[in-house]
Every structure is written in structure tokens, then in C-alpha cells.
């Protein structure tokens, strides 16, 4: 594996490309880049493993690796204590998640511009600022609709905020008091809401009644996802499946449609060092899509990405017939969301190639036929086309695991493997959506039709090995005096190579105490704290063992190699007892 850094990960977001590791433009000029702290294979050899226990509940997760702190931090839709919005956990090792009390956005916050409906949170760290930037999508009120979609009534008027923060956990300070300066408008759209009944859910019946509508309509954002390539960024949004009506000629009917669209931000805003400055649109998309209208409103121009009319795959169908199947209560919909892009390098055939991925959900996230395909393209705003085989994540009732999607790229401590981290649900009717860590391969030895490089995502709840450069673990604890009858604390701490605590209150982690002799004292171990008892004067020697939880419940010792090559052995530490 080669050591240059060649990746359009976000900034301290490491993977491995091509068997390149692979690492962000951070400084934003052509070929720079984040240098790691660890390169890969530096990690011991282990044989913890972790197990999708799904007790980690959110929607949405974005995960963001934290190089300052060693920790994973997920993001989330829901999740939050009262009062904020989008619940933060962290984890060492992409498994163990701890949520933080608060969120990551305060509901209080003075600049707060959104109304309701708070999705999809992602947080980006520059490292050279130290700033991180939380980028989600909400509704507004009517004042803001009116301004943003031409329309106070406008049912959806969902679009994009930006918040910043010191620190990972937040709180994030909403940077402005609304929403992007950003106006995505469809020129050549026939408004067909405008000419439909009250109730907004049954669109005309012919193509040629629809045409009747008057064209142009603004487009509602949700689910941000950055780019950042070579100097650049990208954002990618998508539609929300709302004023987005596209006949169908094979349906015969029309079918409200989510589709994915991507443009280019300016980057005065990642440099600025106090995080003040919103971002941008690049100015050729500015009113690039402004006619002759003369009513002063901007009409910028976007890019589309995936469109199921320009690529159709029938297992995006499944909300087609919900208008009848419904009795009328539900739109016929498509739904393209939840994108994450990325670049990847290999080699084929001696030859140096790039390609894009870009993986994105379909369906209604709360159906259990919610899915993950993804798409490929040469460059970040495509053309882009989807994968033949898709969907490569979905409804497996062999692992129970429904309602799959919705997740992000990140990479293993040591950056040599790439995981997919995304929500799902323990049974097709289950409420509650719940976080789930996936390898995600990209073979440059198994190529598709066009010679790009195979995407698979595992699925798993059974044991699987933590991700490299985990370890190794650290053990530490200090020693104790206690007196007779008395009772005297030892607190233990375990941590991963990357220097971050594992939380031992929670049940995926924990260590067993061993006393030797056992006559002066007794111990008890509770959330990773030790309690002894003294019993008579004397001394011992307490021995504590880290141990993982199994997928079937039990607990086994974590053995590690001290260094390559060497006889693997418990992770242990052994400290001296006084009684007193």
C-alpha cells in the first residue's frame, strides 16, 4: 500500500481507496492533504471482536473520526435530551457507542431559523482552523418559505443550515439566521402542486393536463453531504420528494419524486479561522436559471446526479401504488437520498485511474424495503450511473435487520479498512431506527462492465473483528489502600491505540478483578469501577482483565500481540493492595 495521501474524504476522515491511504484535502489547494498520525498496519493484533447489538438507537448516523481526541463521534437524527437537536455518541473502535448528554444543536440557539423537521446532521473538522462544521437540513416557517420558495404555503420548505463548534460534542452556534444562500430552481418544471386540490395528494391524471401548470419551482433540500476534492467542494442534497412531480410513461401516472443534485461551494468560508462566514454558492450557479421573470428573486442552478428517470431500477419502486394502496392518505413517491461521495484511485491494466462512488439510499425510510445502491462516475458532478446490481445494503431477515440506509463512509483507526455506518431496525415494523457498523470493500481486482472497481457492503450481527489499528488496548489503574472494614474504589481505564476511553458502563465492555491471595480483601466490579472491601490487614495484588461481550452474551478475555509476531496475551494490568 502506498503512503500518499489521495483521497476527497472530508478533513481527519482517513480511508483507504484503492489500497491508498487516503486522506482529505485540508488545505484546499490542489494535492494537499491531512497527514496521519498512524499509518496503517501499525495496529496490534487482536482478537477482540464486536457484534451489531442494535442498543445504539438514531437515525441517519454521520460519523466523523476526531484525530485530536482518538474518538469516532456519530451524529444523528433524533436522539437528543429535550431542548437540542440531534443526539452525539462516540465510540474508539466504531461499535462501543457512548451518547453525550445535550446534542449537537441547542433548540434555544439565538440564530435558530429552522421550525421542525431536523434531519441528517454531518460534521466536518478542518484541521488547520480546528473548527468543526455541522451541516443539516430543517423546515422553516412561513416568513422564511415565502422568501425561499416563492410560496408561504409551500408544504415542504426544507433547505440547509450551518452551524460551528470548537469541539466535536458541541454545542454548534448556527453560523446565520437562516438557511443557505441558496435558491436550486427548475426552470422547465410544470408546478403541477399549483393546479391540484387542497389536500396536495393526487396529481393530474394526464401528462397533458400537467403541462398545463405554470413552469418553474424551487427545490426543497435535505440531507447535505460534502465533497472535498482537490481544492474543491461539492455539496450533494437531496430533493426531499416534494414539487417534484415526473410522469411516468410505463406507470401512466405521475410519481412525486426525491432525486439527488450536487453544486459547487466557494471556500472563503473552510478558511476562515473564526467560523463566521457562511458558505456559498460558487457564482456560476448564481441566477444562472433566471428568465425573464423581472421579480428581483434569485434562480440559481444546480446539477442533477441521480434521477430515476435517467437510470431506473425497478427496487426503488416500491411507493409507487401508495396513493391507492393507502385509500388515498399517501403520495405515489420515489425516494433518492442520504448520499455520501467519495473518490477512489487504483490501478487497472498498469494504468492509473480515479473514480467517484457515491452511495444513497431509496425508498421510505420508514418501509422495511429502505435500501443503499450506489452510483460511479469520473468526475464529482458525473454524469453518474447507478450500479446494476443495486441494492448492495437491504431487508435481510436472516440477521434481522430491516429498513436499511441512510449512512457514511468512514475508515478504521489505522485507515487500511472502510466501514459503512448506517441505521436500520429490528423488525419491518419497529418504530425506532438504531445505528449499525458495516464493512464496506471496494476490490480493484473484481471490476463491473465499465472496468470500475466492485462496491460490497457486509451485513453482520454475528462477531466480527474490530477495525485494525484498534488496538492495542491499554489497561491502567492505580493502586489502593484500604482500611479494615472499609470499603475503597480502584478505577480502571481502558483505551484504544488512538488514545480514547472505552466506556465500561456499557455492556459491550467490562473487566473481571482477580485477587491473589484473596483473605484480605474482597472486590466487586461494577461500570468499570472496582470496589474492595477490607477484610483483615495484609496485602494483595489485584489483577483486572479486559473482556468484550460475544454476539451470544457471554464475555471473553481481549488477548493482544505486544509487538508482531509475538505469543498474543491478555490486556491486563496488576496493581498493589493495602490493608489496613
Not at 319 to 346: F, I, L, M, P
Request: aromatic share 10%; glycine share 10%; proline share 8%.
Amino acid at each position: 500500500m502506498s503512503r500518499e495521501p489521495e483521497s476527497s474524504l472530508p478533513p481527519a476522515r482517513r480511508a483507504v481507496l484503492g489500497g491508498t491511504l487516503a486522506l482529505a484535502a485540508a488545505a484546499l489547494t490542489p494535492g494537499a492533504a491531512v497527514a496521519s498520525a498512524r499509518e496503517p498496519g501499525r495496529g496490534a493484533a487482536t482478537d477482540a471482536t464486536y457484534a451489531n447489538d442494535a442498543e445504539t438507537s438514531g437515525g441517519d448516523p454521520y460519523v466523523l473520526f476526531d484525530e485530536p481526541s482518538g474518538y469516532y463521534y456519530a451524529y444523528c437524527t433524533g436522539g437528543s435530551d429535550d431542548g437540542h437537536y440531534f443526539g452525539v455518541h462516540r465510540s474508539p473502535d466504531l461499535s462501543t457507542w457512548e451518547r453525550l448528554p445535550g446534542g449537537a444543536l441547542r433548540a434555544d440557539d439565538p440564530k435558530q431559523w429552522g421550525k421542525d423537521w431536523f434531519w441528517a446532521p454531518e460534521v466536518y473538522r478542518n484541521p488547520d482552523t480546528g473548527l468543526y462544521y455541522l451541516f443539516y437540513a430543517a423546515r422553516m416557517g412561513s416568513d422564511l418559505a415565502e422568501r425561499y420558495f416563492r410560496y408561504a404555503d409551500f408544504e415542504e420548505p426544507c433547505s440547509i443550515g450551518v452551524a460551528v463548534s470548537r469541539t466535536p460534542e458541541g454545542p454548534f452556534r448556527n453560523i446565520d439566521d437562516r438557511p443557505l444562500d441558496y435558491h436550486p430552481y427548475k426552470p422547465d418544471y410544470h408546478d403541477v402542486n399549483v393546479i391540484m386540490g387542497a389536500d396536495q395528494l393526487t396529481p393530474p391524471a394526464t401528462e397533458e393536463e400537467g403541462r398545463t401548470a405554470p413552469l418553474g419551482s424551487y427545490i426543497p433540500m435535505i440531507d447535505a453531504n460534502l465533497l472535498f476534492d482537490d481544492g474543491r467542494i461539492y455539496l450533494y442534497f437531496s430533493s426531499n420528494a416534494y414539487r417534484n412531480w415526473v410522469w411516468d410513461t410505463r406507470l401512466g401516472k405521475y410519481i412525486e419524486e426525491s432525486n439527488i443534485a450536487a453544486v459547487e461551494l466557494t471556500t472563503r468560508w473552510w478558511r476562515d479561522p473564526e467560523g463566521a462566514t457562511m458558505p456559498t454558492v460558487h457564482p456560476r450557479y448564481a441566477d444562472t436559471n433566471a428568465g425573464t421573470e423581472g421579480d428581483g428573486r434569485r434562480r440559481d442552478g444546480f446539477v442533477p446526479v441521480l434521477t430515476y428517470g435517467a437510470d431506473p431500477q425497478p427496487w426503488e419502486d416500491a411507493h409507487v401504488n401508495d396513493h391507492a394502496t393507502s385509500g388515498g392518505s399517501k403520495k405515489d413517491r420515489r425516494w433518492e437520498e442520504g448520499s455520501t461521495a467519495w473518490r477512489h484511485t487504483y490501478v487497472h491494466a498498469g494504468e492509473r485511474r480515479t473514480v467517484y462512488y457515491l452511495t444513497y439510499s431509496a425508498n421510505n425510510f420508514e418501509n422495511q424495503y429502505y435500501g443503499v445502491g450506489y452510483a460511479v462516475a469520473d468526475h464529482p458532478l458525473g454524469p453518474w450511473r447507478k450500479y446494476r446490481e443495486n441494492p448492495v445494503l437491504s431487508q435481510n431477515p436472516d440477521v434481522v435487520m430491516y429498513s436499511t440506509g441512510h449512512g457514511s463512509l468512514t475508515s478504521s483507526p489505522d485507515g487500511s479498512e472502510l466501514y459503512y455506518v448506517h441505521h436500520g431496525r429490528t423488525s419491518p415494523t419497529s418504530p425506532d431506527r438504531v445505528v449499525y457498523t458495516e464493512r464496506l470493500r471496494i476490490d480493484d481486482h473484481r471490476l463491473d462492465a465499465a472496468g470500475r472497481p466492485l462496491l460490497t457492503i457486509d451485513q453482520s450481527t454475528g462477531d466480527e473483528p474490530v477495525p485494525a489499528g484498534t488496538a492495542p488496548f491499554t489497561l491502567t489503574a492505580e493502586p489502593v489502600t484500604v482500611s479494615v472494614g472499609g470499603a475503597a474504589d480502584v478505577v480502571c481505564t481502558v483505551r484504544s491505540a488512538a488514545g480514547a476511553a472505552f466506556d465500561l458502563a456499557a455492556p459491550e465492555n467490562r473487566v473481571r478483578a482477580e485477587l491473589r491471595p484473596a483473605g484480605p480483601a474482597s472486590a466487586r466490579v461494577e461500570d468499570g469501577t472496582v470496589t474492595l472491601h477490607g477484610l483483615r490487614r495484609g496485602t494483595a495484588r489485584l489483577t483486572l482483565v479486559y473482556q468484550r461481550r460475544r454476539a451470544d452474551g457471554s464475555y471473553r478475555d481481549v488477548h493482544q500481540e505486544a509487538r508482531p509476531g509475538a505469543r498474543a496475551k491478555a490486556v491486563t494490568v496488576t496493581v498493589p493492595i493495602v490493608v489496613r
